[in-house]
Each structure stands twice: as structure tokens, then as C-alpha cells.
């Protein structure tokens, strides 16, 4: 083995090659992902804004103070 080469092992600590076709698939299967992601995006709804939720206030007539 040059020390150009890469060293990859499996989970069973066998030693795995990842040859030149199997790369491909799985650059081509990226490739098909991200491509169904972006239209994923590029199709989504817009939907309108949320309104803000109810303002929620003390009226100054009230005292939270508990008398002895």
C-alpha cells in the first residue's frame, strides 16, 4: 500500500475498499437527494405571516401582594 492511498475499516474491523464505481453511485445518489430537496423548497407554500400572539397585561388596579 503507497501512502497515497486511503485506509478505511469496517465495523467488524475488517479492512473496506471503497472503489471508483461505488463512489460514483454514491455521489450520483447525493446528487439525486439534494436535487429533490431543492425542489422540495422551490415547491413549497408561502403561507402569510402568523399574527402575533394576544398581548397579555396587569391592570394597575389589581396588587399580587398578599396581606398577613
Do not use: Y
Given at each position: 500500500?503507497?501512502?497515497?492511498?486511503?485506509?478505511?475499516?469496517?465495523?467488524?474491523?475488517?479492512?473496506?475498499?471503497?472503489?471508483?464505481?461505488?463512489?460514483?453511485?454514491?455521489?450520483a445518489?447525493?446528487?439525486?437527494?439534494?436535487?429533490?430537496?431543492?425542489?422540495?423548497?422551490?415547491?413549497?407554500i408561502?403561507?402569510?405571516?402568523?399574527?402575533?400572539?394576544?398581548?397579555?397585561?396587569?391592570?394597575?388596579?389589581?396588587?399580587?401582594e398578599?396581606?398577613?
Open positions: 500500500m503507497t501512502t497515497k492511498q486511503q485506509l478505511e475499516l469496517g465495523f467488524n474491523g475488517t479492512q473496506t475498499r471503497i472503489f471508483g464505481r461505488r463512489r460514483e453511485t454514491r455521489v445518489r447525493a446528487q439525486w437527494w439534494f436535487a429533490q430537496m431543492r425542489a422540495a423548497v422551490s415547491d413549497a408561502s403561507w402569510p405571516p402568523a399574527e402575533p400572539p394576544a398581548e397579555q397585561f396587569l391592570f394597575s388596579t389589581t396588587s399580587r398578599t396581606k398577613a
